[in-house]
């Protein structure tokens, strides 16, 4: 018997694989917990053509990602913040600091998507990582500057 898996299952494989089962497991077992549905003729030109659209906005949404991913290499951030006559800062920078900063640039980026190879304490230039999809990254310059009271 043939099922088309809704959702991972550990023994079976990966939501949407055909996977050959005993009649009464899939039937007692797998189509009755909502784990798996019967790979009739069907259900399988459903599931190629879903499989189909999902590919294309999967692509769509990568090919957005490289595109913004292009436009953030080339910027510079300049964030200016509080510190000491030796360049270090009072407190560090924050993916925080730096979303509000690219957000004025006319970026929507979350902050847990901006990454840190270390703190930034001091005054200099660094960059950071954005993460824009599993594929695509991105690198940010920022320059931290001294401003006084």
């Known amino acids: 018997m043939d099922v088309i898996l809704k959702k991972y299952h550990k023994d079976l494989g990966e939501k949407n694989d055909i996977v050959s089962v005993k009649p009464g497991f899939g039937r007692n077992f797998l189509i009755p917990q909502g784990i798996a549905i019967m790979a009739t003729e069907t259900n399988r030109k459903i599931l190629a053509e879903n ?14 990602a490289i595109a913004i991913a292009e436009s953030l ?33 006319g970026f929507d980026i979350e902050r ?3 990454a840190f190879e270390a703190p ?3 005054v200099g230039s660094y960059e950071v990582v954005v993460d824009l999809h599993k594929e695509v990254k991105a690198k940010v310059k920022i320059e931290v500057t001294s401003t006084t009271k």
């Open 73 to 105: 290499d080339k910027i510079t951030l300049t964030i200016e913040t509080l510190a000491g006559p030796d360049g270090r800062l009072f407190g560090s920078v924050t993916p925080l600091m730096v979303a509000a900063q690219l957000e004025a640039k």
């Open 120 to 122: 930034i304490k001091e």
């Open 51 to 64: 499989m189909r659209q999902a590919a294309h906005k999967k692509d769509h949404i990568k090919n957005a």
């Open 112 to 114: 847990q998507r901006i």
